[in-house]
Nanobody, 126 residues
Framework: QVQLVESGGGSVQAGGSLTLACTAP???????????VGWFRQAPGKEREGVAS?????SIAYSASVLGRFTIARDKNTIYLQANSLKPEDTAMYFC???????????????????WGQGTQVTVSS
């Protein structure tokens, strides 16, 4: 079992930026290179939604709500989410995910990914 840990959340004003990061500190031999990874978010009372993903072949996808404002990237040890031009509606708990579960073919479906972090809170004030 690979445990993921997110960092970088916080409180910002609208228009601000945050950089989120995700690592697997208890699994130092686990590499994010070549595996599917993603970022999700969940606001109170709402379902968890896919924000961005990088497939194992390197293809990148974004949800329509963050396209042009967020950027996902990865290296061997870390998954990143650069969030710019933040809006109050971006307020949510943000989760990183990695590895395929085999239960879904859609990256935006939480069932697509096998390993998850506990989340980091992002709060955007107007």
């Amino acid at each position: 079992q690979v445990q993921l840990v997110e960092s970088g959340g916080g409180s910002v004003q609208a228009g601000g930026s945050l950089t989120l990061a995700c690592t697997a500190p208890r699994s130092p031999r686990y590499s994010f290179s070549g595996v599917s990874v993603g970022w999700f978010r969940q606001a109170p009372g709402k379902e968890r939604e896919g924000v961005a993903s990088i497939r194992g072949n390197g293809s990148i996808a974004y949800s329509a709500s963050v396209l042009g404002r967020f950027t996902i990237a990865r290296d061997k040890n870390t998954i990143y989410l650069q969030a710019n031009s933040l809006k109050p509606e971006d307020t949510a708990m943000y989760f990183c995910a990695a590895g395929l579960s085999g239960r879904s073919l859609e990256w935006g479906d939480p069932n697509f990914f096998r390993y998850w972090g506990q989340g980091t809170q992002v709060t955007v004030s107007s």
